[in-house]
């Protein structure tokens, strides 16, 4: 359900920067720790974008690293172990910055 609404809502955002053209790609960047699958979005879109300027778009996915900062030290580092400590100072309070989000690069129109 989660994905359906993100999905319309990357569907709008590509739409109203294509204005009356045509969407030939739409480039996304998707988190590493995104719950959101590829499979899915694409599944969505193809439902959503029929009868709009966006049917047979493209969707193309580009995955980005997560990042993650401490709050004892504002280390930022890529979290690769499943137990996440700071590599710097060893605490446990961190929060991630970016990573588990879907995002718009950029847009090709016709
Ligand atoms: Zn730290």
Known sequence: MH???LTQNILNIALKNAG????????LLIGELSDERE???????DDLAKGTLAQGTKLHFQYVD??????ECDTVFHPKEEIIICPACQS???KLISGDDVKIESIDVE
């Open 20 to 27: 009356a053209k045509k969407l030939l790609q739409v480039n």
């Open 66 to 71: 997560a990042e993650m900062k401490c709050l």
């Open 39 to 45: 499979e899915s979005i694409r599944f969505y879109w």
């Open 92 to 94: 446990h309070r961190l």
């Open 3 to 5: 994905e359906l609404s």
